[in-house]
Nanobody, 120 residues
Framework: EVQLQASGGGLVQTGESLKLSCVASGLNIDDYAIGWLRQAPGKEREGVSCISGDGSSYYSDSARGRFTVSRDNAKNTLYLQMNSLKSEDTAVYYC??????????????WGQGTQVTVSS
């Protein structure tokens, strides 16, 4: 069974930073494209970032320049460093496995999310 446990969310003010972590089990993150998606109230879930098995990274237009995805293969852990947070970043963030043979922002599965709330 694949488990993707996200943590590190919280309440911050506009302009502050958070670092999310995801500990994976049931798969080795270096063998797959793994990333982050989020869902805000009243909105469709959207891909935020993804890192492929070869280390290539991808970002949504909103995340690009502010967020950085990385991984520690030895710890089987994925990270999302989020800087310059905005109120529109408020959402539940999920660690997710990308679907095969699709664009980077198409995810097939994910675990429990962590809440990120950014106050104005």
């Amino acid at each position: 069974e694949v488990q993707l446990q996200a943590s590190g969310g919280g309440l911050v003010q506009t302009g502050e930073s958070l670092k999310l972590s995801c500990v994976a089990s049931g798969l080795n993150i270096d063998d797959y494209a793994i990333g982050w998606l989020r869902q805000a109230p009243g909105k469709e879930r959207e891909g935020v970032s993804c890192i492929s098995g070869d280390g290539s990274s991808y970002y949504s237009d909103s995340a690009r320049g502010r967020f950085t995805v990385s991984r520690d293969n030895a710890k089987n852990t994925l990270y999302l460093q989020m800087n310059s947070l905005k109120s529109e970043d408020t959402a539940v963030y999920y660690c997710a496995k990308r679907a095969d043979g699709v664009n980077w922002d198409n995810f097939a599965s994910w675990g429990q999310g962590t809440q990120v709330t950014v106050s104005s």
